[in-house]
């Protein structure tokens, strides 16, 4: 079964973390780069369509390309942590946690985080957010990132589930590319112009 909307008595539980915008506009995010190739096809695809995102970048990848973390400021988009290594946090003990994203700063943000996988243990968001971290979450998940998923399977979610002031997450990875170089562009095409991030 997928859970493809995160329900509201989950995002009215946890008050201190963002699962939808705050202006009414639809905000597609991408976990998991920076990729060399996906992700400078992503921006392309974004600036097509006069649309800003948020990338959540894992810190080794980051690292390892920082000309693609250049090209995603220099087009307008946010960057945000990801976590060094892509830790579960429910598998994972809050201080070694806390470094593995701590570690990630300097080459993501040192503002703004999601939790790999979206988990993340009382303990290590109280401590991200005494921080100054703020936590984004998500409202709509596409389901990119599943290889028994077609794309069809993945506009249909997209299509049912996002309304004004979705967070949407997608993932510029070589593991969603298959769904994502099919879905990105019609969904972005399909998407009411007056919803849009810009």
């Given amino acids: 079964m997928r859970f493809t909307r995160v329900p509201r008595w989950t995002q009215w539980a946890f008050p201190n973390m963002e699962w939808r915008t ?3 506009k639809v905000l597609p995010t991408f976990d998991d780069g920076p990729h060399p190739e ?3 096809w992503v921006l ?4 097509q369509h006069n649309c800003k995102g948020v990338f959540f970048l894992v810190g080794n990848n980051a690292q390892r ?4 973390v250049a090209q995603i400021l220099a087009e307008g988009h946010t960057i945000g942590n990801h976590s060094m290594t892509h830790r579960n946090g429910f598998s994972t003990d809050t201080n070694r946690y806390l470094e593995d994203v701590f570690a990630a700063e300097a ?3 040192n503002t703004l985080f999601r939790p790999p996988y979206g988990k993340i243990r009382p303990a290590q968001h109280k401590a991200l957010i005494a921080r100054g971290y703020r936590i984004m979450m998500w409202e709509v998940l596409s389901y990119d990132f599943d290889a028994t998923a077609s794309s069809e399977v993945c506009l249909n979610i997209l299509n049912k589930n996002v309304r004004e002031g979705s967070i949407v997450v997608f993932h510029d990875s070589e593991k969603a590319w298959p769904r994502l170089e099919q879905v ?4 972005l095409q399909s998407l009411d112009k007056n919803l849009i991030n810009v």
């Fill in 22 to 24: 705050s202006n009414g």
């Fill in 38 to 40: 996906i992700t400078p």
């Fill in 44 to 47: 392309d695809q974004l600036r």
């Fill in 65 to 68: 390309y920082p000309d693609v």
């Fill in 107 to 109: 080459h993501t943000s």
């Fill in 184 to 187: 990105l562009p019609i969904w």
